[in-house]
């Protein structure tokens, strides 16, 4: 557990001292919804029918411009290699850099969704429903997208490889999401949705490290 | 009392075969010295040594424990060509991390170990700011830490000055004293009393 604790330390203290590493995706965030408006039209009906997709559709995007450093640079580096041949278990490592992931990209773009719901003309209870299944989701997409970027893991210019790998594992997640939102806007029953976004939390929370380890593994060797 | 059995290691990489059939046994206070020329698989023995990558066949346990087996790894430190270190982490930082992933030994400490290999004073240095000696004997400090009995050392010596080398030498030496068996590749002439060498 030690180890756990350790590498999830390490992992904050390096991306906080290199902020563009977690702040470009954030700000792609922020930009690109708050360009929807101008775009499209800023009419409330308009941008409220379209928000619960446009806010998941670039929180999707955003994390996975933030994937590709997941593993980059610490294989890079020589240190991934030493967490594969350490006593302690891999999995556990892993499950530490990939929840450092998420406190850094999937946590401030909840935070931040709020003003950005207001700002395409989403009601509180919508924006409430929004915070909720960003809440239940963002860590599954840091999940899924540890397994897609240990698997690319050495390869040179993977950028496109590793949206083909992950941006498919994205969809059931995008679809549950944006319907649970649409749906609370007209008032209609969400908890299906709700659940089927928790199981998926719950099952790549279990299956993601593992599968992601034994990526790493057959990446390096 | 430790010992090393590989039997029959063969490599393959791509197309190539690297080496067929190695077999050797190390004992406690044995040092092996690995020459070959470039490309003759020098690094890659080391890292199936180390459980990094797998052999095409043959068998490998320390002590009749098996490659990837927790007391495998718990016995084992790997040192290969990158740096290991984070160039955002305090040198301190990163040794800490790295002895944790390795086997912490509580009688020396971090700023101690650095202090061992001429790098006083750089416990709140960042990585990115040293040298590429400086680097090295940054890693290379964690040989006073380690509690490993079966040091993989791929070239330990590169970008090392005249005095780095003679400290680890040492170290070395004292490791082989203590009991622990060491395997290093170098292309440097070194002074060690090396016991065995295989050549690739």
């Known amino acids: 557990m030690n180890i756990f604790i350790k590498t999830l330390i390490r992992d904050l203290r390096m991306s906080l001292r290199n902020p563009s590493s977690f702040l470009n995706p954030l700000l792609f965030f922020v930009i690109a919804v708050s360009l929807f408006p101008l775009a499209i039209s800023p009419e409330s009906h308009t941008l409220s029918n379209i928000a619960p997709g446009v806010v998941w559709v670039t929180c999707m995007l955003s994390v996975l411009l933030s994937l590709n450093a997941l593993f980059h640079y610490d294989y890079e580096n020589g240190v991934l290699e030493q967490m594969v041949i350490s006593n302690h278990s891999l999995p556990l490592i892993l499950l530490a850099k990939t929840i450092s992931h998420w406190l850094l990209t999937g946590l401030p773009i909840i935070l931040l969704s709020p003003l950005l719901g207001m700002t395409l003309f989403l009601d509180a209870e919508s924006i409430y429903i929004l915070m909720l299944t960003l809440l239940l989701a963002t860590p599954s997409l840091s999940l899924i997208g540890a397994i897609g970027a240990s698997l690319i893991v050495g390869i040179k210019n993977s950028g496109m490889l590793l949206s083909l790998l992950t941006l498919p594992l994205y969809i059931p997640i995008l679809i549950f999401a944006t319907s649970a939102v649409s749906q609370s806007q007209f008032n209609l029953p969400i908890n299906g949705q709700l659940y089927f976004l928790a199981s998926i939390l719950l099952i790549s929370l279990m299956t993601s490290p593992f599968v992601s380890a034994i990526a790493l593994k057959t990446s390096l060797d | 009392m430790s010992k090393l059995i590989v039997s029959d290691l063969t490599c393959q990489r791509g197309y190539n075969e690297l080496f067929s059939n190695i077999s050797f046994e190390l004992n406690s206070g044995e040092i092996l ?76 400490g971090l700023s101690e170990a650095l202090t061992n290999v001429g790098l006083k004073n750089f416990d709140y240095e960042y990585a990115a700011n040293l040298s590429a000696g400086q680097k090295r004997r940054v890693v290379l400090s964690a040989l006073f830490i380690t509690q490993a009995k079966v040091w993989l050392l791929d070239e330990p010596f590169t970008a090392l000055d005249a005095d780095g080398i003679n400290v680890i030498e040492t170290q070395i030496t004292k490791h082989s004293d203590d009991g622990g068996i060491c395997v290093l590749t170098t292309h440097q002439k070194c002074n060690l009393q090396v016991i065995r060498t295989l050549t690739l």
Request: aromatic share 8%.
């Open chain 2, 33 to 108: 010295k690995i020459s070959g020329a470039n490309g003759s698989g020098k690094t890659s023995l080391l890292k199936i040594l180390a459980g990094l990558n797998s052999a095409e066949s043959g068998r490998l346990s320390i002590n009749n424990n098996k490659v990837g087996s927790y007391d495998y790894q718990s016995d084992i430190f790997y040192l290969g060509h990158l740096p290991a270190l984070s160039p955002e982490l305090y040198c301190k930082e990163n040794l800490d991390y790295l002895t944790q992933l390795n086997n912490k030994s509580p009688d020396l």
